[in-house]
């Protein structure tokens, strides 16, 4: 076991070695520490809350980090390309899950920026979740107190809206889901 060089290019065996926890991404290695703040955790409870409750009787499945997403350019899950783990993801496709993860893109991402985590989230995450066909992907900013929603037209992200502090998210993929913004940032 070891830990990378945050500077080199690796492989989905190379990731394999590693001590902790560890996302690649176009061969690049992102540390997932330090632990989240205590608002993070807060934020990505309320979201896993209200998504399960959403999804309790519909054939999609609810996950919370730590949660590995794998991508692969072929298809193929023993060395895919690509390793994530998002703060929460909804799969609706059983077929999708096996006991190490994910093999494919989840209908939805959401990922809860951190200030270590921003610019990942914004733009390689962002990249490479359009490349691979997440459908809807939200951006919880605690700092800002919005929710970037992207959904995917055409093979390219949209911003389908910004959603502020006393508005409600609305889903583009999930019609009837709503989540009030109020509630996830409570706690400041």
Known sequence: MSNP??????????WLTWDGTWELINGK?????PAPTSLHQFIVGELHFALRTFFQNRSCFVFVA?????????GEYETPDHVTQPDLSVVCSKDQISKNGCYGAPTLIIEVLSP????KDFNEKFNLY????????????PGNQTVHVYSLQDGVYQVR???TE????????????QVPTGRLFSLE
């Open 66 to 74: 730590p949660f590995d997403v794998f991508f692969s350019e072929s």
């Open 166 to 177: 006393q508005e409600k998210v609305q889903s583009f993929v999930f019609e009837d889901l």
């Open 130 to 141: 359009q490349k691979y066909g997440v459908q809807e992907y939200w951006i919880v900013d």
């Open 29 to 33: 290695a992102y540390n997932m520490s």
């Open 116 to 119: 270590s985590t921003a610019l």
């Open 5 to 14: 060089d945050e500077k080199k290019i690796y492989t989905y065996q190379d």
């Open 161 to 163: 809206n910004l959603y």
